[in-house]
């Protein structure tokens, strides 16, 4: 089993940064690729960012390219989405998740494909 914990979020005003960070445990996440969702109020989840095994290959939300930056560091069994430049749209709740299918090339954008999923870290961007 993979446990995983989102920290990082909070309060921000338009125009400013966070970084977010997902902290795997009881296994290593070094083999998986691992994704960012977000879900704001009233609305269903959705796709943000991607990142394949390695870190070798992303991918984007449109609604995020150029913003947000996902990044890996599989020493510390750790994902990261660097956000800059945001915006009050991208109040959510965010969430990220471990494909738990070892060494695949391909970027996974689709929700049902990923096995783990952490509990959520909520960031607030205001006017």
């Known amino acids: 089993q993979v446990q995983l914990v989102e920290s990082g979020g909070g309060w921000v005003q338009a125009g400013g940064s966070l970084r977010l960070s997902c902290a795997a445990s009881?296994?290593?996440?070094?083999?998986?690729?691992m994704g960012w969702f977000r879900q704001a109020p009233g609305k269903e989840r959705e796709f943000v960012a991607a990142?394949?095994?390695?870190?070798?290959?992303?991918v984007y939300a449109d609604s995020v390219k150029g913003r947000f930056t996902i990044s890996r560091d599989n020493a510390k069994n750790t994902v990261y989405l660097q956000m800059n430049t945001l915006k009050p749209e991208d109040t959510a709740v965010y969430y990220c998740a471990a494909d738990a299918r070892p060494l695949r090339l391909v970027v996974v954008r689709t929700m049902t494909q990923y096995d783990y999923w952490g509990q959520g870290t909520q960031v607030t961007v205001s006017s």
């Open positions: 009881g296994r290593t996440v070094s083999n998986y690729g």
């Open positions: 990142i394949i095994w390695s870190g070798g290959r992303t």
